[in-house]
């Protein structure tokens, strides 16, 4: 079926596939190869369909997507692709993960290993020898999932004749908003007791504390250091950051160089108190019960003085000794 002559209802969003995949299913993206609507996706087409043009000079107002009732049904995917835009331009839970797990349920258990000390340095076996034992087993307590969102309050009357491209600058600072809250819950996770805390020195963060850290994540590698904005400050002022070569590179840049190699992640709440140093690759799993998620119903009637819009995700720390905490002296 070409995709011109596709019939939308609601009932694509009520799928378990969800609105996109179930569009895809119908419009397959493979039978465009070669065509002038390659590289665009099952939505894109039926954008292109009914002349909604969503960004740049010249976008339609809002209400293009509601001249027939099936580019109304639309308009929910293009509110959670650009609260997704948003949140994928504000995202810092990139630099701290190290595997995402879809769930289709608000109930999950992950599994996690925490190795004895002999048991990271794996000894020559002789023939016919004990083999040293790995174990993995599933957590005592369900991972907890958060469910963050906004609400849209504005009457259709009110935002119709509004630009697209100007109600997206507002829905991606709703997935901003979003992108913040999840950061926010997975260092709550990374501070919940579970990880080793060490003691600061001093008052302000030292560069021997950097190496503390470093030294303590063995054999893991310090990817990543999170920190406040007082820690960040004292980084940028030890000695070994104002050689030539960082310097031009954190004025040319704004990307900071420490002198282990970790990349420095800002997190306002942890202040100068705290510093977090952790492996990427093993320290936290992001756990997400589907993706953004609307309230079809109202948007596609116009209703949406009351719609929201939310991402279901939580945390889960999978090696607990990949992440260590420094407490700054008070």
């Not at 704004?254 to 709440?269: E, H, S």
Request: proline content about 3%; hydrophobic content about 40%; glycine content about 8%.
């Amino acid at each position: 079926m070409a995709f011109d002559n596709l019939r939308l209802d609601k009932g694509l969003y009520a799928s378990p596939k969800g609105f996109t995949a179930s569009l895809e299913a119908a419009d397959p993206s493979e039978n465009y190869k070669g065509t002038a609507l390659e590289g665009l996706d099952a939505y894109q087409r039926q954008l292109k369909r009914f002349g909604i043009k969503v960004s740049g000079a010249g976008s339609d107002s809002v209400s293009k997507f509601f001249q027939t009732g099936d580019s109304a049904v639309l308009f929910p995917e293009y509110v959670s692709r650009a609260v997704q835009q948003g949140m994928e331009d504000a995202d810092l839970l990139s630099q701290i993960i190290a595997t995402t797990t879809q769930v289709d349920s608000l109930d999950y258990r992950s599994v996690e290993s925490v190795p004895a000390d002999e048991e990271k340095e794996l000894a020559a076996v002789g023939e016919g020898a004990f083999i040293p034992e790995t174990t993995i087993r599933a957590k005592d307590k369900l991972t907890r999932l958060h469910k963050r969102g906004r609400m849209l309050v504005a009457s259709y009357e009110a935002i119709k004749f509004q630009k697209l491209d100007l109600f997206t600058v507002t829905l991606r600072q709703i997935g901003a908003y979003i992108a913040r809250s999840q950061f926010a819950d997975a260092i709550d996770v990374l501070l919940d007791g579970s990880s080793e805390t060490l003691e600061s020195a001093g008052s302000a963060v030292s560069y021997q504390d950097l190496i503390d850290m470093w030294a303590g994540l063995s054999p893991y590698r310090m990817t990543t250091v999170i920190a406040g904005v007082p820690s960040i400050s004292a980084l940028l002022n030890m000695e070994q950051f104002r050689d030539s070569a960082a310097g031009q590179d954190f004025h040319g840049t704004g990307r900071m160089i420490t002198p282990l190699g970790a990349q420095v992640v800002r997190c306002d709440k942890l202040g100068g108190e705290k510093l977090i140093a952790l492996d990427k690759s093993a320290a936290l799993e992001k756990v997400c019960a589907g993706g953004v998620a609307t309230e079809y119903d109202k948007l596609i009637d116009r209703q949406l003085e009351r719609a929201t819009v939310t991402a279901i995700t939580g945390f889960s720390k999978i090696f607990p000794d990949a992440c260590k905490i420094m407490q700054i002296g008070e």
